[in-house]
């Protein structure tokens, strides 16, 4: 589809709409993707996304990777991290999506969004959008997993919204020791502080992280960050 104006423009349009009309970013850009003619800025930036080796990106991961996808709302966080377990399943491993906030369809819509058949992994992706998600959850669900499984959690800072739930410090710890025995890689997306400036980085980072309860993000071996289209990938020192 072609656009009226180059992404960085439309950008800046919504910047100035987000402004004028006092609402958030994200919902600005939602906005304008909507008169280019998509349902949102992940649907066109997805569509429209060139620049982003995913399958190079894939290929700095190693079983038993802890690694984190952070962004602000609209900014492909979702998108990347199906686009990670779609390569892990392209190679032939298994790939698995744990959330507790979307529901099966919108995850397969995000399939067709990145341009992938769902229907072609049917036998390799296991999606799981139970309430009682958590590192013990999971790891009884991926207690038979093959090495090289890929399994996306959404989100990290929900992981410890019931408090009959251990503190999200104990279970990415329970998930890092896991992945590491397994030989899976067990992927997290994350939010963003709203504090996050893009005129003061374009891509936000570690300090970045929304963190209501303490973690140590050191616990991550690999991170990707996304603003804008911009993908900045990130290893444990």
Not at 13 to 24: E, T
């Given at each position: 589809m072609r656009l009226s104006a180059p992404v960085y423009h439309l950008k800046r349009k919504a910047r100035l709409l987000s402004r004028q009309q006092s609402i958030p970013l994200h919902a600005a850009l939602d906005r304008i993707a909507a008169s280019e003619g998509f349902e949102g800025w992940s649907l066109l930036s997805a569509r429209t996304k060139t620049d982003v080796p995913v399958s190079e990106l894939y290929s700095r991961l190693n079983p038993g990777d802890l690694v984190l996808v952070g962004a602000r709302p609209g900014h492909g966080k979702t998108l990347m991290s199906l686009r990670l377990a779609v390569e892990a399943m392209k190679s032939g491993n298994r790939g698995a999506f744990f959330t507790?906030?979307?529901?099966?369809?919108a995850v397969?819509?995000?399939?067709?969004?990145?341009?992938?058949?769902p229907v072609e992994f049917a036998e390799l992706f296991e999606f799981d959008?139970?309430?009682?998600?958590?590192?013990?959850?999971?790891?009884?669900?991926?207690?038979?997993?093959?090495?090289?499984?890929?399994?996306?959690?959404?989100?990290?800072?929900?992981?410890?919204?019931?408090?009959?739930?251990?503190?999200?410090?104990?279970?990415?710890q329970a998930l890092k020791a896991f992945a590491r025995e397994r030989s899976v890689i067990i992927v997290f997306i994350s939010q963003i502080d709203r504090s996050y400036d893009p005129e003061r980085k374009p891509v936000p980072d570690l300090e970045d992280v929304r963190l209501p309860n303490p973690?140590?993000?050191?616990?991550?071996?690999?991170?990707?960050?996304?603003?804008?289209?911009?993908?900045?990938?990130?290893?444990?020192?």
């Amino acid at each position: 589809m072609r656009l009226s104006a180059p992404v960085y423009h439309l950008k800046r349009k919504a910047r100035l709409l987000s402004r004028q009309q006092s609402i958030p970013l994200h919902a600005a850009l939602d906005r304008i993707a909507a008169s280019e003619g998509f349902e949102g800025w992940s649907l066109l930036s997805a569509r429209t996304k060139t620049d982003v080796p995913v399958s190079e990106l894939y290929s700095r991961l190693n079983p038993g990777d802890l690694v984190l996808v952070g962004a602000r709302p609209g900014h492909g966080k979702t998108l990347m991290s199906l686009r990670l377990a779609v390569e892990a399943m392209k190679s032939g491993n298994r790939g698995a999506f744990f959330t507790l906030e979307d529901t099966e369809k919108a995850v397969l819509d995000r399939f067709r969004m990145i341009e992938a058949d769902p229907v072609e992994f049917a036998e390799l992706f296991e999606f799981d959008n139970s309430d009682v998600i958590s590192a013990d959850y999971i790891v009884k669900r991926l207690a038979a997993a093959p090495r090289g499984t890929l399994a996306v959690v959404d989100y990290l800072q929900l992981l410890d919204q019931k408090r009959e739930n251990p503190d999200v410090m104990t279970q990415v710890q329970a998930l890092k020791a896991f992945a590491r025995e397994r030989s899976v890689i067990i992927v997290f997306i994350s939010q963003i502080d709203r504090s996050y400036d893009p005129e003061r980085k374009p891509v936000p980072d570690l300090e970045d992280v929304r963190l209501p309860n303490p973690l140590d993000l050191r616990l991550f071996d690999k991170m990707f960050f996304l603003h804008d289209g911009e993908v900045q990938f990130r290893a444990a020192s």
